[in-house]
């Protein structure tokens, strides 16, 4: 079955850093690979994606994800944390020709002063 | 930047009352979407519209219903709340096929519904 695991529902780090929120995916066809940042009370804003070529993907606000096939995974990474950054963050999965996305559950960051 | 609007943020309603909630976008997108949103659970697909007048299924249909007479517009129907609908509701859209930014969902802010 396709399923996106994002192991981990808490993540606290201390501002300045680093981060790393992993995501694992299982899907039969080619993937897109979607990470998703959600303020509290907003909607979801995409960071970055992953659609083919190059496997390092660089988004907005400063974060990157690697996508390793051999792992099933797409790891999103900031080297050094804002308190701005405490949100929830969603790892996402869909393919080319489909409107189904699959999201994972979540993984909420809390940042200390 | 695309904009997708959801017309109201925060409604509460009795259970068996008639729910509208309401999305709009401005970028000409072919497919619309809307999602629950509930803790633990994630984001999971309603109803989802790829034209005018089209619409399909997605995971958790039941007890909702949409509409989409205008490419812009998008609307989620309850037609009689009840108290397990409680929760947050986000539309969302993005191009169809081929074309640069394909694939990438753009979301509104959210409602957030309670049915007491």
């Known amino acids: 079955a396709q399923s996106v695991t994002q192991p981990d529902i808490h993540i606290t780090v201390s501002e300045g850093a680093s981060l790393e929120l992993r995501c694992n995916y299982s899907y039969g066809a080619t993937p897109y690979l979607f990470w998703y940042v959600q303020s509290p009370g907003q909607g979801l804003q995409l960071l970055l994606k992953y659609f083919s070529g190059d496997t390092l993907v660089q988004g907005i606000k400063g974060f990157e994800a690697e996508f390793k096939r051999s792992q099933s995974s797409f790891n999103l990474r900031k080297p050094s944390v804002h308190w701005s950054d405490a949100a929830e963050y969603f790892c996402?999965?869909?393919?080319?020709?489909?409107?189904?996305?699959?999201f994972g559950t979540g993984t909420r960051l809390k940042v200390l002063a | 930047d695309v904009k997708v609007t959801q017309s109201s943020r925060y409604l509460v309603k009795r259970t068996g009352e008639k729910v509208f909630l309401e999305c709009v976008q401005d970028m000409d997108h072919e497919n619309m979407f809307w999602y629950r949103q509930d803790p633990g659970l994630g984001l999971r697909l309603i109803y989802f519209s790829y034209d005018v007048k089209m619409k399909e299924k997605g995971d958790i249909p039941e007890g909702y219903s949409v509409s989409r007479e205008k490419k812009e517009r998008f609307s989620l129907i309850l037609e009689s709340a009840s108290t397990n609908q409680t929760s947050m509701y986000l539309c969302?859209?993005?191009?169809?096929?081929?074309?640069?930014?394909?694939?990438?969902?753009?979301f509104g802010a959210g409602s957030r519904l309670t049915v007491l």
């Open positions: 996402a999965v869909g393919t080319s020709g489909t409107y189904k996305y699959i």
């Open positions: 969302a859209s993005s191009f169809r096929g081929a074309r640069a930014g394909a694939n990438v969902l753009t």
